[in-house]
């Protein structure tokens, strides 16, 4: 298991002590759940052993899990969301992990970790490509293109006049999916130049040859087109869990509106935001915006209101689920927003 990483030499020996003990109380079932949920191993091999997974699931967890008495209330005795911050919140953190994973491709042939697993990434190109029909034949308002909207029967040409970005690309493996599932005009972006590397080293060995990739950090991009579907599997999650998250996640907001065409969609994969959870989210960025907060219902494509910059639309609805004080939720969750 993963070693204690102790403070400075004139920390204070108290606050040691209660640190040591928040990670005691970590359950090795708390430690494989937390790894599950960031870096899943899957059919494409990894570069990440399970101890070294292990150790960076629990250090975000003995960060949860401490906090000085101070913190707490007597109606409240868990963390709060944003006391929660980890290595993978970090630039640096993604750096190394793609040079060791561009370096193991290079001598194995490995493609690197997949989040959340090759299953939820099938699921999410799948579940996209029907969304993405259904929003072409329905002659969606305000649609950046409708001059491209071809009828129903021909969904090849349909899919291949949707520009699609990727936003936190990685290795850049969901841009192949998609690209199985009929779209053409796909670009990725990531703010490391290891993970493009190895995205462009994998599209390369696949033949994808349409598939673009980018250097950009979302949160300051330099992008200046817009694209009709906007696609992030955790990305949102990697920036909540730095340091700064809760202010970062608003930059997220404010600069992902600005790459969603009008009429396009927004679809984000999170495994540490419940649906329910990104449509708050949604409707706190549209109260900043201006707009009234929307509700949990699907978009009305013939309303003829002014929108906020953001609806919800639909969420898959075939992940796993489990049951939990009551309520019913996923380890996974995928939405869809459509861009006003």
């Not at 953190?93 to 989040?115: K, Q, S």
Request: with cysteine; charged share 25%; proline share 4%.
């Amino acid at each position: 298991m993963a070693g204690i990483r102790l403070p400075p030499e004139d920390a204070d020996v108290s606050q040691v002590a209660r640190q040591v003990s928040a990670v005691d109380l970590i359950s090795d079932d708390d430690r494989s759940v937390a790894a599950d949920s960031w870096s899943i191993k899957s059919e494409y091999g990894s570069t990440l052993d399970d101890e070294q997974r292990h150790a960076d699931a629990t250090e975000a967890l003995s960060a949860a899990a401490y906090r000085a008495p101070s913190d707490y209330s007597s109606d409240k005795e868990e963390p709060d969301a944003e006391a929660v911050s980890s290595l993978l919140g970090f630039q640096s953190y993604w750096d190394a992990t793609y040079a060791d994973e561009l370096a193991n491709f290079r001598e194995h042939g490995h493609a690197g970790e997949v989040w959340f697993g090759a299953d939820v990434m099938e699921i999410v190109a799948s579940w996209t490509k029907t969304l993405c029909l259904g929003v072409s034949q329905r002659h969606l308002p305000n649609h950046v293109d409708n001059a491209n909207h071809v009828s129903a029967g021909e969904p090849e040409k349909e899919l291949s006049s949707w520009s699609v970005l990727d936003v936190g690309t990685g290795n850049g493996l969901l841009l192949q999916e998609l690209a199985k599932q009929g779209f053409s005009d796909l670009t990725g972006t990531d703010y490391s130049e290891g993970a493009i590397d190895l995205a462009r080293s994998l599209a390369d060995r696949a033949e994808f040859t349409n598939i673009k990739f980018l250097v950009d950090d979302v949160l300051d991009t330099k992008l200046d087109k817009k694209y009709q579907l906007v696609v992030d599997k955790g990305t949102l999650d990697a920036i909540g869990l730095h340091p700064d998250g809760p202010l970062k996640r608003l930059m997220y907001w404010d600069s992902i509106s600005g790459l969603v065409a009008s009429g396009g969609l927004l679809v984000i994969t999170s495994c540490n935001s419940t649906k329910d959870e990104l449509i708050q989210e949604v409707d706190a960025f549209n109260q900043r915006s201006g707009a009234s907060p929307e509700s949990d219902t699907t978009v009305d494509l013939d309303a003829s209101k002014d929108p906020p910059p953001f609806q919800y639309i639909d969420h898959v609805r075939s992940y796993p689920t489990f049951t939990f004080g009551g309520s019913v939720g996923s380890r996974v969750a995928t939405v869809a927003f459509l861009r006003n």
